[in-house]
């Protein structure tokens, strides 16, 4: 069983930064893409960033790209969410997500292409 745990949110206001980590433990999980997904209150679940875990490409939403970055340390089995000028409509759980099954770039972005996930961490960006 792999389980996907998930560390570093909080409240902010605008403006301001959060890192958000993921750590990967259980049974030896040889991850090929990790990803970040959010969920505001009545909204859909979105993307917000992937990276692959061999090569390192990163995949960004458009409403996040320039302001965050998603990166990984492979000894730690650790993915991060650096987070900078954080606006209100960042405010979501944060999921983390990852699977062991080889997906392609163009459904990376993809809630379904992921098999764990974590518990979520709440982030909150006050105006």
């Known amino acids: 069983q792999v389980q996907l745990v998930e560390s570093g949110g909080g409240l902010v206001q605008a403006g301001g930064s959060l890192r958000l980590s993921c750590a990967a433990s259980g049974r030896t999980f040889r991850s090929y893409a990790m990803a970040w997904f959010r969920q505001a209150p009545g909204q859909e679940r979105e993307f917000v960033a992937a990276i692959t875990w061999s090569s390192g490409n990163t995949y960004h939403a458009d409403s996040v790209k320039g302001r965050f970055g998603i990166s990984r340390d492979n000894v730690k089995n650790t993915v991060y969410l650096q987070m900078n000028n954080l606006k209100p409509e960042d405010t979501a759980v944060y999921y983390c997500?990852?699977?062991?099954?080889?997906?392609?770039?163009?459904?990376?972005?993809?809630?379904?292409?992921?098999?764990?996930w974590g518990q979520g961490t709440q982030v909150t960006v006050s105006s």
């Open positions: 997500a990852g699977t062991d099954r080889r997906v392609s770039i163009v459904t990376i972005r993809a809630a379904r292409e992921y098999i764990y």
